[in-house]
C-alpha cells in the first residue's frame, strides 16, 4: 500500500492517513475514527487579551523528525486534533521545513474534504510549496523514505559489515546508506561501536556511484574527513558548515574516476531539508544534524557511502578481522628484516606510493638501514576498513614504532585481494 494515501471514512466522512509503514510501526487501526472534529475557536479574540509570544524551541539534532512521525502517528490513530495542534507547533518553531508545512495543510484541508493522498488540496499552496506534480511528488518521497527508514531500523547491537576495527584514536565512525536516505553517527570506544545517532540525508541528483566530474552522482566507497568548513567562509547553500572528503580516494583515482568537492554539508537557510535525490554529488542534512556532526567528529572520521548497508554483529567480523591481522603481521616482519625481495611480494605491480614513487624506489623508503635491521616495528592502533564490489578491498590504517623509539609515523594503504593473496596497490604516510 502507499505509504501516504488518505481515504475517506466509509461511515462518518472523515479521513484518515492509511499506511503499511505506519501500521508496521505498531499504530493501533480500532482509532481511526476517534477525535476527528474540527475543533472549536473564538471567533473574536477578547480585547482586553494580551498577544502572547511563543518562544520558538532550540534546534536540536533530530526532533523535527521525531516530531514529525510523532504527527504521522497520531492520525493513524485517528487523533487529528492533536495532530493539528502538533503539526503546527512544528512549523512554528521549523518554519522552513516544507514536509511539516505540507502536512499541516493537509490537515487543515481535511477538515472540510477528504483527502486521498499527501498534498492532495485543489490548486492550494501551503508557506510557498506550490502543489505541482513535482513538488509534491519528492516531498511524497521523502515522507517515505523518513517513514521506511524508522520501520526498518538496524538490528540492535550491529554494525555496518565494512567495519572490521576501528583504532582507538578513531573515536567516532559516520556511514550513509544511500537506498534508505540516511546517515549513521557511531561511538567507538573500549567495549565497540556503538550507534547513537541517525539522520535523513540527500544524495545526488541523478544517485550514486559517481564516475566523472560533474555527473551529479555520489561517490560510493570509504572515505575519511579531511578537514572542516567554517560557515562564515562558505555561501548559505551550504548551511551550518561542510565536511569535506577525501573524493576521489587512491582505489577510486585507480580506476580513473574523476571529479572533487564532495562534502557532508548542511542546507539554504530557506530549505530545513533536500529531496531525497537533490545535491550534485555531496551528501546533505538538516542543519541541526550537521551541527552535531560538526560538534563530534573529528578529522580522519571515516566515512563509508554504500548503495545499501548490510548490518552485521561485531563479532561476526573477527575471522575476518584475524585473518587479515596475520596478512599485516608477514608484512611488519619482511620490512623489520629490511628483506626486500619478500617484502616486493606484499606490493602489486601497478602500485603506486602517495609521492607517486615507482615500487623499486619505494621499496628502497622501506628499508631499515643495515645497523637497524632486525629491530622488530611495533604495530599499534590499526583499522581495518573492508569494501567490496567488483574487487576486494581493505583500507589500513595503523601507527607504526620502530622497536625503541618513542614516536613513529601514521601509515595508511590500500590492499586488494587477488584470488587468495592481499596485495598493496597504494600507500602513504599521513602523520
Known amino acids: ?83 493539528l495542534t502538533d503539526a503546527e507547533n512544528l512549523v512554528r518553531d521549523h518554519p522552513n521545513f516544507q514536509l511539516a508545512q505540507l502536512v499541516l495543510g493537509d490537515l487543515l484541508a481535511a477538515r472540510a474534504r477528504p483527502l486521498r493522498q499527501v498534498g492532495a488540496v485543489p490548486g492550494a499552496h501551503v508557506a510557498g510549496i506550490v502543489g505541482t506534480t513535482d ?54 570506544s573500549a567495549q565497540g561501536m556503538r550507534l547513537v545517532a541517525d539522520y535523513y540525508a540527500s544524495v545526488g541528483k541523478l544517485g550514486i556511484d559517481k564516475y566523472v566530474e560533474g555527473d551529479q552522482r555520489t561517490p560510493l566507497g570509504v572515505y575519511f574527513i579531511t578537514s572542516r568548513l567554517d560557515p562564515a567562509t562558505l555561501r548559505d547553500f551550504y548551511g551550518a558548515g561542510a565536511l569535506p572528503l577525501n573524493y576521489p580516494n587512491p582505489l577510486d583515482q585507480s580506476r580513473g574516476k574523476t571529479g572533487s568537492g564532495i562534502w557532508l554539508h548542511g542546507t539554504p537557510p530557506e530549505q530545513f531539508a533536500r529531496a531525497p535525490l537533490a545535491t550534485d554529488g555531496c551528501v546533505a542534512i538538516a542543519n541541526p544534524d550537521l551541527e552535531r556532526l560538526l560538534r563530534t567528529v573529528e578529522r580522519s572520521t571515516p566515512v563509508v557511502i554504500a548503495q545499501q548497508l548490510r548490518w552485521v554483529a561485531p563479532d561476526s567480523v573477527q575471522t575476518e578481522r584475524q585473518q587479515f591481522d596475520a596478512v599485516l603481521n608477514a608484512w611488519r616482519a619482511a620490512k623489520s628484516q629490511g628483506d626486500l625481495a619478500s617484502l616486493q611480494r606484499f606490493y602489486a605491480p601497478d602500485f603506486k606510493s602517495a609521492s607517486e614513487q615507482p615500487l623499486a624506489q619505494w621499496l628502497t ?41 618513542r614516536t613513529g609515523t601514521t601509515r595508511r594503504q590500500y590492499w586488494t585481494r587477488k584470488g587468495t593473496q592481499w596485495q598493496i596497490f597504494y600507500e602513504g604516510v599521513t602523520g
Not at 143 to 169: D, G, K, M, V
Not at 371 to 400: A, C, N, P
Request: charge should be positive; charged fraction near 20%; aromatic fraction near 6%.
Open 1 to 83: 500500500m502507499n505509504p501516504d494515501i488518505f481515504f475517506s471514512h466509509p461511515a462518518r466522512g472523515h479521513w484518515v492517513l492509511a499506511s503499511a509503514l505506519v501500521c508496521a510501526l505498531g499504530i493501533p487501526g480500532t482509532a481511526w475514527a476517534q477525535d476527528n472534529k474540527p475543533s472549536k475557536r473564538p471567533t473574536k479574540p477578547t480585547a482586553s487579551a494580551p498577544k502572547k509570544t511563543v518562544p520558538r524551541a532550540a534546534l536540536i539534532d533530530g526532533q523535527a523528525e521525531t516530531r514529525l512521525l510523532a504527527i504521522y502517528q497520531l492520525i493513524g490513530q485517528g487523533q487529528q486534533r492533536q495532530a
Open 135 to 188: 513538488t509534491l511528488s519528492v516531498l511524497r518521497e521523502e515522507s517515505r523514505q523518513r517513514l521506511q527508514a524508522q520501520h526498518a531500523r538496524p538490528p540492535a547491537n550491529t554494525i555496518p559489515a565494512q567495519f572490521l576495527a576501528l583504532s582507538p584514536r578513531q573515536r567516532h565512525a559516520v556511514a550513509v546508506d544511500a537506498s534508505r536516505s540516511r546517515l549513521y553517527l557511531f561511538e567507538n
Open 365 to 405: 623508503t622501506l628499508t631499515p638501514p643495515p645497523d637497524q635491521r632486525g629491530r622488530s616495528i611495533e604495530i599499534k592502533d590499526k583499522s581495518y576498513l573492508r569494501w567490496t564490489d567488483s574487487q576486494d578491498t581493505m583500507v589500513v590504517t595503523f601507527g607504526e614504532v620502530p622497536e625503541g623509539a
